[in-house]
C-alpha cells in the first residue's frame, strides 16, 4: 500500500504525545498536535484579564508541554527548528483540521472511556481512508473502536510506541479484529525505514507484549521492596547500572513514565485477565496511592521517587 505520510495529527500532548509529535518533526513530517483545553485559568492569565475562552488559554496545556520536551532535549533532534513543524491546538477548536491530516495517532490518558468518547468525535472529521492509531499501553484495541464505522475499523490498530520514543527503538503494532492486513504492512514498513523503530506485530492481549512483562516485573519489585525491607536506592543500584541499564533502572524508568500512567495500566491489567494466577500481585501499595494523592508523579511534576533538580 503507497501512502505519502505529509501530516500527522497526534492527538495528546503528555509524556508520549509530545514527545512522538517531535519524533515525527525530526523526520520533516509536519504535525499537529492536539489537546483539552485548560479548565481553569493560571494566576498570570488571570492578572492579564484573559478568559478560558481565549485561544491563548486554550492552548496552553499543548504549547507548554511541547517547549518542556523542546527543552528537556537531550538531542539536538529536539531542537526549535523541529517544534516549528508542529502546529499546535485545542480538540474544541481545531479537531476539524484532523480533515486534513495523512495519520491520526492518540495519545491521551490511558482510560477506556475517554479514549473511545474522543473517536467517536474523531470520527466526524476524519477523512475517509486515513490511518488512525492508538498510542494505549495496554487497552485491548478490540474495545476501543466499538461503535466506529467500518472504515474506521479497517484502518484502525495500536501503534505504541515506548517511552523516550527518541531512544527506544521497539514499536509495537497490535491489529484489531477488522485491520486491514496493507494497513499493517504499512506501518511495519515506516516504523522502521521512516521511524527507526524495530517493529513487533502483537496479538490483541492485555498489555500486549512488553508491558505485560514490564508492568508484572514493576509491580514484583514493590512486593519485594515490602518483604524484603529494601528501599529505591537499593533496588535501583541493584536494576541499573550493574545489570546494563545505567540510565534505566526500576524507579528512574517509573518518574520517566509517570507514576499515574503506570498505575493506570497496573489497574486495568487484572480486569482483561481475570483469571491469571498473578493477579494478586497489581494491587497497588497503599505508599504509591499516598503519592498519586501528592501528585509525585515523577519527571512531569516535578517530584516522583526521585526529586528533580
Ligand atoms: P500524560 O498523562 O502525560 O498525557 C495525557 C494527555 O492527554 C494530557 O496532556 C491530557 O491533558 C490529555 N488528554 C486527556 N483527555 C484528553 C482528551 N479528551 N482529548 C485530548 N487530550 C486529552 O500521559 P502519557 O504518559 O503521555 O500517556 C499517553 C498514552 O500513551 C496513554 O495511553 C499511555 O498508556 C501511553 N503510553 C505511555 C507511556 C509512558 O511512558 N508514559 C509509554 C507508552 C505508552
Known sequence: MNRNIRKVAVIGSGVMGSRIAC????????????????AALTDAEAA????????????RIVNDALQATVKSK?????????????????????????ADCDWILEAVVERLDIKQQLFEKIERYRRPGTLITTNTSGIPIHLMNEGRSEDFRKHF???????????LRLLEI?????????????????GSRHLGKITVLCKDTPAFIA??????????????MQ?????IDEIDSLTGTV??????????????????????VAKNLPKNVPNDEAKDLFIVPPFIDTMLTNKWLGDKTGQGFYKMT
Open 211 to 224: 508491558n505485560r512483562v514490564g508492568v508484572f516485573g514493576f509491580m514484583a519489585v514493590f512486593k519485594a
Open 157 to 167: 490498530c495500536g501503534t505504541h510506541f515506548f517511552n523516550p520514543p527518541r531512544y
Open 23 to 38: 519524533h515525527f518533526a525530526g523526520i520533516g513530517v509536519q504535525v499537529l498536535l492536539l489537546d483539552i483545553a485548560p
Open 227 to 231: 518483604e524484603l525491607g529494601l528501599n
Open 74 to 98: 537531550p538531542s539536538a533532534v529536539y531542537t526549535k527548528a523541529v517544534a516549528a513543524r508542529i502546529n499546535t491546538g485545542n480538540i474544541d477548536d481545531d479537531l476539524p483540521k484532523i
Open 243 to 264: 545489570m546494563g541499564r545505567p540510565k534505566s533502572a526500576t524507579f528512574r524508568t517509573g518518574d520517566v513514565v509517570g507514576l499515574d500512567t503506570l498505575v493506570m
Open 174 to 190: 497490535i491489529p484489531g479484529p477488522d485491520t486491514d492486513p496493507k494497513v499493517l504492512d504499512f506501518l511495519t514498513d515506516y
Open 48 to 59: 492579564k484579564g484573559l478568559q478560558l475562552t481565549d485561544k491563548q488559554v486554550r492552548n
